[in-house]
């Protein structure tokens, strides 16, 4: 699988192919579906300095190839994560990184500190666009000078590889990716969620708790393959495309948009062992089209 | 140890203008399958609709390697899968929740609507234990009725229709079942019939489990949007559930 391997920064990867965060638990949901080891990464659902409930049902709902979901960062916080999850998942023999999201800057600053101790945790995915949470979250990503300041402050804790996952809910994607370039950023993941709404028209109610929140999967796509072209023309750190990948094609056309990796995630909950089946997928491409490493194709467009 | 594999549809029936009964043979042995399980089927690769749905297992045939699903079209997604045809394959994934405990002597099963799919299982492995329960099924009315033969093999079947068509008139809380008394109830159906029997069953300090029903994406405790507040928190129906302990649930 020469031809899939990768590095971004000074991260290696088997193959450019990960499972984004809140998609895949923490990889053993889905250990009874496939080897998740065989994925280039796996980002592990988003965690914040204290223990949160999420958002009041109703969480979810269904739109046309797409799913809107509120869950709002639920999680036990940091401290567990530590203390118990990464001991079930350090052993994983691909990259584990954690997603991490805040309130605040001094919360963002605590997580990171705190993952950065972990010996088997070699990058976070610093989580500047939640559309789920009432403080912080998306207010990181959708400015300039706060994204600049909140990758300023961990950058100056945080010695590993550091992404910084954004929005697409802003007028210029390509203007926040160089603020957080600027910061100190080693890679950006795009895009999070869309800022969406469902509403039912007999109950003349909205369908989830929150009104608006985050609208992912297929329909999302052509938003994703958007940004990621925009801002690979803007920024020299490596991209990691997500937003509506379903299969091997999907991911191919990520890269040829300027990804350097892609992400899978709402079609995880379709397909449990999807991520497997786009490794090999990407594989047969480049064969079926005699391309010797997958950076051959990567922007070309 | 979950599942995703192909089945091939080996029964289809309408049971009512809505429900519709599918027997699904499994490729090779099927693992075993608690009461009260439930399947993520996925609809069809070709359709529009994303998500896969959450049914619940009605009947298990290890003989036969079958598990049979009462599906009620409701949206897009459930009628798409009323097109299927005997013959045609579809993708489960597979047994998912926590399942019925079998406990008590003297059992009551109550299951409205839909919500009666996974009691016919829980009434075969009670049955299996040498208990007859007791399975009230609620109806609006005789139209909504299927044919319970299957259920009256295992249990001692009442029913109750809201305009009095089949059974007694009413709720299934006022039927005259509830005046004999029970050590454990189980409960399936819409939220308000199951919070009512919810609050007969604590205040009559009976055990009672309720199977919910909630939105489901994933089914296998991922995404976290499924979730049911608890006394102890939010819980996830897919993974710490589909059963609860109504003493537990929030309504």
């Known amino acids: ?100 999201s805040g309130s605040s800057i001094e919360e963002y600053v605590k997580v990171a500190e705190k993952i950065n101790e972990l010996e088997h945790i070699p990058a976070i995915e610093l989580n500047i666009s939640c559309p789920n949470v009432k403080k912080g979250g998306m207010g990181f990503g959708t400015d300039t000078k706060m994204a600049f300041e909140v990758v300023d402050s961990v950058r100056k804790i945080y010695k590993k590889h ?62 994703g393959l958007r940004c990621v072209y925009q801002t690979s023309k803007a920024i020299k750190i490596p991209i990691i495309g997500l937003g509506g990948i379903t299969n091997a094609t999907d991911a191919i056309e990520y890269i040829l948009a300027g990804a350097s990796a892609i992400q899978i995630g709402t079609q995880n909950f379709v397909n449990p062992s999807v991520g497997l089946e786009v490794i090999e997928g990407m594989k047969e491409y480049l064969d079926r089209h005699n391309i010797s490493h997958i950076w051959d194709i990567r922007g070309i467009i | 140890m979950k599942h995703c594999d192909n089945f091939v549809v080996s029964e289809k029936k309408f049971l009512n203008s809505t429900f519709f009964k599918l027997k699904l043979k499994a490729k090779e042995n099927l693992p075993l399958i608690k009461a009260g399980q439930f399947v993520e089927v996925q609809v069809n690769s070709d359709s529009k609709v994303l998500l896969r749905r959450p049914i619940s297992i009605n009947d298990v045939d290890s003989q036969t390697n079958e598990i049979s699903l009462i599906i009620q079209t409701v949206g897009q997604g459930t009628k798409e899968l009323a097109k299927i045809n005997e013959g045609e394959e579809i993708n489960l994934v597979y047994p998912l929740g926590n399942g019925f405990n079998i406990e008590g002597e003297n059992p009551l099963l109550v299951g409205g609507g839909v919500g009666i799919a996974p009691l016919l299982y829980l009434a075969k492995n009670f049955h299996a234990k040498g208990i007859k329960p007791k399975v009230l099924l609620g109806f609006r009315s005789q139209e909504q009725m299927i044919d319970l033969k299957e259920y009256e093999k295992y249990a001692d079947v009442y029913i109750s229709t809201q305009d009095g068509s089949v059974g007694s008139k009413g709720l299934v809380t006022e039927n005259e079942i509830f005046t004999q008394s029970y050590d454990t109830i189980y409960t399936c159906g819409p939220t308000p019939m199951m919070r ?56």
């Open chain 2, 196 to 251: 009512a029997i919810s609050d007969y069953s604590l205040k009559n300090n009976i055990k009672c489990y309720a199977s919910l029903e909630n939105k489901m994406a994933c089914g296998i405790g991922a995404c976290l949007c499924c979730v049911q507040n608890t006394t102890e928190g939010h819980k996830c129906t897919c993974t710490e559930g589909p059963v609860f302990n109504v003493k537990d649930i929030i309504w």
């Open chain 1, 162 to 223: 550091l992404i910084v996952k954004l929005s697409p809910n802003v007028t210029s994607i390509a203007e926040i990716a160089k603020a957080v370039e600027s910061a100190g950023a080693d890679s950006v993941s795009m895009i999070n969620t869309v800022l969406g709404m469902a509403i039912d028209a007999e109950k003349r109610k909205p369908l989830l708790s929150t009104i608006t929140a985050g609208l992912s999967g297929p329909a999302i796509k052509p938003i």
């Open chain 1, 1 to 100: 699988m020469e031809k899939l391997k990768i590095q971004i920064g000074n991260l290696e990867f088997q193959n450019p192919v990960m499972t984004a965060s809140g998609t895949f638990g923490f990889g053993l949901e889905y250990e009874d579906f496939f080897d998740v080891q065989k994925l280039g990464a796996i980002i592990v659902k988003g965690t914040t300095g204290e223990k949160r409930e999420g958002n009041p049902a109703p969480r979810m709902c269904e739109t046309p190839m797409g799913m809107i979901n509120a869950v709002g960062l639920q999680n036990k916080g940091v401290d567990y994560f530590c203390e118990n999850t990464y001991h079930q998942i350090k052993h994983y023999k691909t990259n584990v990184i954690v997603n991490v």
